[in-house]
């Protein structure tokens, strides 16, 4: 049988274009990214991989490249900014569970295994895309260069700022959180951070959340409500120091085992579930298409699910642009409520009155271990078993 697909153009080499390139080429798909940065990496940090990312990490094969580099999270603690413990979820249990751990990883680590097995994929690097035209037959990328590209389809895996999305959508920023996020990541032992813990602090309208990304390596993150735009000079370190002056071990270990010159500061943003990810031959992806804010560790993960479900329903495909539209459909029914849930999660945790704070500890002291984790488990974790069940969940 003829494939209706064989060549695929796709804007953006993060976390959601190369997956798709390596999701597309399981079945035989070509595809080309072009990527506005000069070169293809991924900026520092880390990031949390729920198992349900990857049980999708492991049906594109690289998930057991990241469980040789990625240490397994045994537990992750919520507690108050003075240490009182909220909630403790033991997820190290989710390995036996669903066939892959949660794991915690450098981006940057991430990316170079996605790339590495993407390798043969072409890909263009310094190539910023400006919009598309399209027509029955195909579609012609426009570059902010002024040249053009011909394909059979477009996915727009550009991130939050998508140029794909505004071209479809039309231009709209991106909604700002309220909070601004400092990251970076210490070099310390074992004595200091217990590895596989994941531990995240709420403050009074700051929170810092903390786990090892590899062997004597630990990501943080600082994260304090403000106006947008904002820029560190000196002192970082000392600022952070400050704001989280006479909370528990190991903040202040792990702030000061920084180098100050590598913490990223970042305004947080996401946009609101829509309705239209595509048109015709075009479709969104990843950030692109629903932007979840870091409050549920889930957007890399559900960019790593939307790859390899496009990738199946283009594998069937009679009609590529059916085929889009049913990738689409199924995908917004799962990452709406995830998107809201992020939002909703980030609102609660920038509070700063103290009555609402109370209120908040004591919901989540009493809810969180008897119910919220099992729910979340369920709708989080658990919908990746389709991938061990059914292989081809586009069926
Ligand atoms: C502070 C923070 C912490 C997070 N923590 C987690 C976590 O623990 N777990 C988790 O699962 N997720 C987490 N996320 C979310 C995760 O980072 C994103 O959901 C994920 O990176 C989305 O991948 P993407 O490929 O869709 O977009 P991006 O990672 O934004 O990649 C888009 C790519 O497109 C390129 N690009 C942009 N514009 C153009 C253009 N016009 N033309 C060509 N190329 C273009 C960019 O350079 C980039 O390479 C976090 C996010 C933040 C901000």
Known sequence: MTKAVRRVLIAGGGIGGLSTA?????HGIEATVFETADTLRDGGAGLHLWSNGMLALAALGVADAVRDIAPAQQSCQFRTATGDLLGNWP??????????????????????????AAEGTEIRTGATVSGYRHDRDGVTVEFADGSTERGELLIGADGVHSAVRRTLAGPEPARYTGYIAWRGAATVGPDVVSPGTFCALFGHGTR???YDIAPGRTYWMSVANGAPGGRDGDGVVDMLLERHRDWPAPVAELLTATPEDTIL????????????????RVT????????????????????????????????HATDPVTALRAYEHERMRRTAPLQRMAWRIGRMGAWENPMAIALRESFMKFSWNRFAFKAVERDQVAYALRYLTDPDPAR
């Open 91 to 116: 997820v190290g249990e989710f390995a036996e569970r669903y066939g892959q751990p949660t794991v915690a990883i450098g981006r940057s680590d991430l990316h170079h295994i996605l790339r590495t």
């Open 208 to 210: 810092f959340t903390y």
């Open 22 to 26: 390596l999701a597309l080429r399981r």
């Open 265 to 280: 500061r970042h305004d947080v943003v996401d946009r609101a579930p829509i309705t239209t990810w595509g048109e015709g």
């Open 284 to 315: 969104l992806l990843g950030d692109a298409a629903h932007p979840i804010t870091f409050n549920i560790g889930q957007g890399a993960c559900q960019a790593v699910e939307d790859a390899l479900v496009l990738g199946e329903h283009l594998a």
